[in-house]
C-alpha cells in the first residue's frame, strides 16, 4: 500500500459514511442518540479535507492525519474511538512508503488494540469491535495471499460481524443503557466499522 492508495482509501471510506450516513444514523436512533452519520460523515469531510490542504507523503502519515481531523471534529464515542484507532494504525506504518499486506495487517492489530485500550470492549459487547476483531483476523489469515485478498476477506468478515451484532444486548456505549432492548438492532459503529474494510477492499481489487 502506498501513499496514493492509503489515501483513495480514506476518500472512498468518506464517500460511503456519506452514501450510508442515513442508515447509520437511523441504526444510531435505534439503540443510541441518533447521530453516528453525522458524526461520522462530519469526521471524515474533516479527514479529507485535511488530506487535500497538506498531502502526506506516506500511506502511515495519511492514516495519523485522518485519525487527528477524527478526534478533532467527530463528535459522540466513535470520534476518539476511531481517532485513536487511525493514529495507531498510522504509527505502526511507521514512515514506509510501501506497505506490505503484513504491514497493513499489523497496523490494522494496532488500529484494534488503540480502541479497545481506550473503549474497554471485548467481542459480543456490541461495538465496533465486533466488526473489527473479526476482520483484523480474517486479514492476518490471508495476508499471505496479497493486499487484495486479504482485504476481500477483511471485508466480509467485518460485514458478517456488524450483521451478528443484531441479536446481542450491548454491554459498552450509550446503547448498554437500554439494556434487553438493545437486542435486535444492528450496532451503528460496527456498521461503520464494516464501510472502513469495505472501503479497503474496493481501493485495493484487482481489476
Ligand atoms: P455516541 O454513542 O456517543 O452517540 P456515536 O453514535 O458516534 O457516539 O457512536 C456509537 C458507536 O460507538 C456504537 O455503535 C459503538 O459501536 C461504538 N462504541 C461506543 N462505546 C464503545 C466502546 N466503549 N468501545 C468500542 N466501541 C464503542
Ligand atoms: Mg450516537
Redesign the pocket.
Known amino acids: 500500500m502506498n501513499v496514493d492508495t492509503c489515501r483513495a482509501w480514506m476518500l472512498r471510506f468518506s464517500e460511503l459514511i456519506d452514501a450510508e450516513a442515513d442508515r447509520l444514523t437511523a441504526?444510531?436512533a435505534a439503540?443510541?442518540?441518533?447521530?453516528?452519520g453525522v458524526?461520522?460523515r462530519r469526521g471524515m469531510r474533516a479527514a479529507v479535507a485535511a488530506l487535500g490542504e497538506s498531502p502526506p507523503e506516506t500511506p502511515g502519515r495519511v492514516l495519523v492525519a485522518t485519525g487527528r481531523a477524527l478526534v478533532a471534529k467527530?463528535?459522540?464515542?466513535?470520534?476518539p474511538?476511531y481517532g485513536t484507532g487511525f493514529r495507531r494504525a498510522g504509527k505502526a506504518l511507521t514512515d514506509t512508503e510501501a506497505a506490505s499486506a503484513a504491514e497493513v495487517g499489523a497496523a490494522l492489530v494496532a488500529m484494534l488494540a488503540g480502541?479497545?485500550e481506550?473503549?474497554?470492549?471485548v467481542e459480543g459487547?456490541?461495538?465496533?469491535?465486533?466488526a473489527l476483531a473479526p476482520a483484523v483476523s480474517a486479514f492476518e489469515a490471508s495476508a499471505g495471499d496479497g493486499l487484495s485478498a486479504a482485504a476481500q476477506a477483511a471485508a466480509k468478515a467485518a460485514a458478517d460481524g456488524a450483521v451478528a451484532t443484531v441479536p446481542l444486548q450491548?454491554r459498552?456505549?450509550?446503547?448498554?443503557y437500554l439494556g434487553e432492548r438493545s437486542i435486535g438492532h444492528e450496532?451503528?459503529?460496527?456498521?461503520?466499522?464494516a464501510l472502513l474494510l469495505r472501503a479497503l477492499a474496493e481501493v485495493t481489487a484487482e481489476s
Do not use: E
Open positions: 441504526l444510531d439503540i443510541g442518540d441518533g447521530d453516528h458524526n461520522m467527530t463528535g459522540g464515542a466513535a470520534g474511538l480502541i479497545q481506550l473503549g474497554q470492549a459487547d456490541k461495538t465496533m469491535v465486533d450491548a459498552k456505549g450509550r446503547a448498554s450496532d451503528p459503529g460496527a456498521a461503520s466499522t
